[in-house]
């Protein structure tokens, strides 16, 4: 695959994320996710790619589109597994705070982890720490694997948990070392990636359980900037161990990256939707809207922080942005 087909992401991203900004702070969760969705799989139809979704969001948030197992693209070559969720953070959108992107992740047929259990337990380190995790040894044996390879001592660690009662258990350990903690409330692919991106962001790892898609996209963004990631199903309950076992899944295996995403061409984009720490959100000034998105290709490694302005009567004709709201010059 000689094209860069993450460039061609960006517009889907970038879709998605302006589709989806109007409703910031206005309590429509739902109402959001379906605009997003919509710009999305409308954006995809044009893109030169034979896609199929292998992970995503639609069947857990009930949205209207975009399942397992949907094709999307104009049906021509290559082949790709698809993983996507149009809003990461639909809770953090529909009460206007920080962090919410919108995100999308290719690669070559077969090669994405794919399942319908909902959450999985997650361990993210950058480059320096590659290799030396174990998602099966206790917390605190790896903050200190870890803090050895940044040439630090594990109380000047930063680790990224998703604040929910499941990782009460895991906080109290990692406070037990004595590392720092980033509590977040939702958006674990911006976690993961902040993780991963310790030199730009001064965390260091990710620790605790979250939405296996967002694992899934998070494990193919980490594979292109060199990153670690480890997972394992988290399975609460008899029904979701079937579920496992029926997928062919060993309920207690430990992921690797490369299980996660084994393949080798890899394109990954993401927008923001409300400003965060990875990316800056939609906003207006004057005729334009503003975006930054973040696209990443395997083959060359590249990271790019690209940032764009959409004239306003051009989203409007689109209908990306809805008549009724009013985009005020000089809004930043």
């Known amino acids: ?77 290559p082949e790709l597994d698809v993983a996507i969720d149009p809003i990461e953070g639909t809770s953090l959108t529909a009460a206007g705070l920080p962090g919410a992107i919108s995100v999308i992740a290719l690669a070559e047929r077969g090669t994405m982890f794919t399942t319908h259990v909902h959450y999985m337990q997650k361990l993210v380190v950058g480059r320096r ?6 998602l099966d040894m206790p917390v605190e044996w790896n903050l200190r694997r870890i803090a050895k ?21 895991i906080v109290a350990q990692i406070r037990a070392v004595g590392a720092r903690i980033k509590l977040i ?36 963004a980490i594979k292109t900037i060199g990153g670690d990631m480890q997972a394992k199903l988290l399975l609460r309950d008899d029904a979701e161990r079937k579920v496992a076992v029926k997928e062919g899944h060993k309920p207690n295996k430990v992921l690797s990256i490369d299980d996660l995403c084994s393949g080798n061409n890899i394109f990954f984009a993401a927008t923001g939707i409300t400003s965060g720490e990875l990316l800056k959100g939609v906003r207006y000034e004057d005729v334009y809207a503003y975006t930054q998105s973040m696209v990443l290709r395997s083959a060359s490694g590249t990271m790019r922080i690209v940032d764009a302005y959409h004239p306003i009567e051009k989203l409007r004709a689109k209908g990306l942005l809805p008549e009724q709201v009013v985009a005020r010059p000089g809004t930043r």
């Not at 959001?32 to 710009?39: F, K, L």
């Not at 720490?129 to 174990?134: F, K, L, N, S």
């Not at 958006?187 to 993780?195: H, K, N, P, R, S």
């Open 149 to 169: 390879a940044e040439g630090l001592p594990p109380q000047e660690l930063t680790v990224v948990v998703l604040e929910r009662s499941r990782n009460e258990d």
């Open 129 to 134: 720490a590659r290799g030396v995790i174990d």
């Open 185 to 220: 409330t939702a958006g674990d692919v911006a976690g993961a990636l902040e993780a991963a991106l310790e030199m730009r962001l001064g965390i260091h790892c990710m620790m605790g359980s979250g939405g296996c898609t967002e694992g899934v996209l998070a494990a193919c």
């Open 1 to 77: 695959m000689d094209r860069n087909l993450a460039l061609e992401l960006l517009r889907v991203t970038e879709a998605g994320a302006l589709a989806a900004a109007p409703l910031q702070g206005r309590g429509d969760k739902m109402g959001a996710d379906g605009r997003a969705v919509e710009a999305i799989r409308s954006a995809l139809a044009s893109v030169d790619m034979k896609g199929t979704v292998v992970i995503g969001e639609g069947e857990k948030d009930q949205a209207p589109m975009l399942y397992f197992g949907e094709e999307i693209g104009n049906g021509l070559e």
